[in-house]
């Protein structure tokens, strides 16, 4: 019986310890002035519906940076309608949680993540992010690290406004956020997420590589802050 007993409070703590493990949060060391934080560099990026190839889903609407501007990618499940409701979203690649909130309005819950990554031709560390919008739920906290891959929400349609898609945004400027304030609408600050994820898709890893990420340039936006 005692051998029973000791077994059983051995299941159970075996238990414990691996919902914790999947349940920890990995949060950015930052530099002491603030302004910036170490974050691993990327190894390649997916699509952030239906990983890693989109499987289910098709893009809707890609980017027009000319009038009717769209400055991104609508992704809808092969279903229609709000048959993707709720399912996860995840992000392209490894990054940090730079702005996690309700922005209200036309974007509903927003996560945006900022990326680190290799140029392999030039060997140069470059900086992007990618937004994803009109959430039902949000899965990250701000300041946390994220794996490619790893579920940072799910899709929604913000309260009935939009049958339910994923909006999804690449940025080459990190200052772009939800209020867009005064930043041109232009390649040299948007780009197309599809083309980017297929020609980074395979970036050789670099295990235990950190890097400064500039972090503070992101203004206020309706009451919400970010890094």
């Not at 302004?35 to 990026?45: E, H, I, N, Q």
């Not at 279903?79 to 922005?103: E, K, R």
């Not at 039902?136 to 790893?150: E, N, T």
């Not at 232009?186 to 500039?214: C, Q, V």
Request: with cysteine; charged share 20%; proline share 6%.
């Amino acid at each position: 019986m005692a051998h029973l007993y000791r077994r059983l409070l051995l299941m159970l703590a075996l238990l414990f310890l691996g919902s914790a493990s999947i349940n920890a949060v990995e949060m950015a060391r930052k530099t002491p002035d603030g302004k910036w934080a170490f974050v691993p560099l990327a190894d390649g990026f997916d699509y952030p519906v239906g990983k890693p190839d989109g499987a289910g889903y098709y893009k809707s609407r890609g980017l027009r940076l000319a009038s009717p501007r769209h400055m991104g990618e609508d992704w809808n499940g092969n279903g229609g309608g709000n048959s993707d409701l709720g399912d996860p979203v995840y992000t392209i690649g490894t990054g940090l949680v730079t702005y996690a909130a309700d922005a209200k309005g036309r974007w509903g819950n927003v996560v945006i993540v900022r990326h680190a990554f290799r140029e392999p031709k030039t060997g140069k560390v470059l900086c992007c992010q990618t937004l994803y919008g009109h959430l039902d739920r949000i899965d990250v906290a701000l300041g946390q690290i994220v794996q490619r891959g790893d579920q940072i929400g799910t899709i929604g349609t913000n309260r009935g406004m939009f049958p339910a898609h994923l909006h999804s945004e690449l940025h080459y400027n990190v200052l772009v956020n939800c209020g867009q304030q005064g930043i041109p609408k232009n390649a040299r600050n948007y780009g197309s997420l599809s083309d980017f994820i297929n020609h980074y898709r395979r970036l050789t890893p670099e295990p235990g590589k950190l890097i400064k990420l500039p972090i503070g340039g992101f203004l206020p936006y309706k009451d919400t802050e970010g890094l």
